[in-house]
């Protein structure tokens, strides 16, 4: 039975959310699943990926292959860093404590990576509103200085001091 890793769609037209799953690659794409491995809503900016790390390095280990757009999400996550990892543990190359530190290393630094999307995301939409209510106070300005009647002079004082000069 060849075990597939891939995306299982759900939520409504138009806005696609998606579990990560373990599946039978004989199952329909959104049937019988062997495990639910995560969730991935791309609804979101940056999309938001929720993964067991673990759970799928074992099912990537006992041999099961992730479609190509289940592989991008493994990798952004780390899990094929991991597993490249624990090869290197079971060759020798280094320890199991070096392989942790260095994923957590890696890790880290792909959250600085995120947060500094998403904090840039959100200094953009700061701007842009703060544009967008500056051209909107120009524009109520522009609109009370035409809608303000103007201050005519009366000629009726000025017909007053002439008649006042007359006599």
């Known amino acids: 039975m060849p075990v597939k890793i891939r995306l299982q769609r759900h939520g409504k037209k138009g806005k696609p959310f998606?579990?990560?799953?373990?599946?039978?690659?004989?199952?329909?794409?959104?049937?019988?699943?062997?495990?639910?491995?995560?969730?991935?809503?791309?609804?979101?900016?940056?999309?938001?990926?929720?993964?067991d790390v673990d759970g799928t390095v074992t099912w990537l280990e006992n041999g099961a292959?992730?479609?190509?757009?289940?592989?991008?999400?493994?990798?952004?996550?780390?899990?094929?860093?991991k597993k490249h990892l624990k090869g290197g543990v079971l060759k020798g190359a280094f320890t199991e404590e070096q392989a942790e530190e260095k994923f957590n290393a890696w890790l880290s630094e792909k959250e600085g990576k995120i947060?500094?999307?998403?904090?840039?995301?959100?200094?953009?939409?700061?701007?842009?509103?703060?544009?967008?209510?500056?051209a909107e106070k120009a524009v109520n300005e522009a609109r009370i200085a035409a809608n303000t009647p103007e201050v005519v002079e009366e000629p009726a004082a000025e017909s007053a001091d002439a008649t006042e000069e007359e006599e």
């Open 18 to 51: 998606y579990w990560i799953v373990a599946a039978d690659a004989r199952s329909k794409r959104d049937g019988k699943y062997l495990e639910k491995l995560g969730t991935y809503n791309p609804n979101t900016n940056p999309a938001t990926v929720n993964l």
């Open 65 to 81: 292959q992730p479609t190509d757009t289940a592989r991008n999400l493994l990798s952004y996550k780390g899990v094929m860093m």
């Open 115 to 134: 947060s500094g999307k998403a904090s840039g995301l959100q200094a953009d939409a700061d701007a842009m509103a703060a544009k967008a209510l500056e």
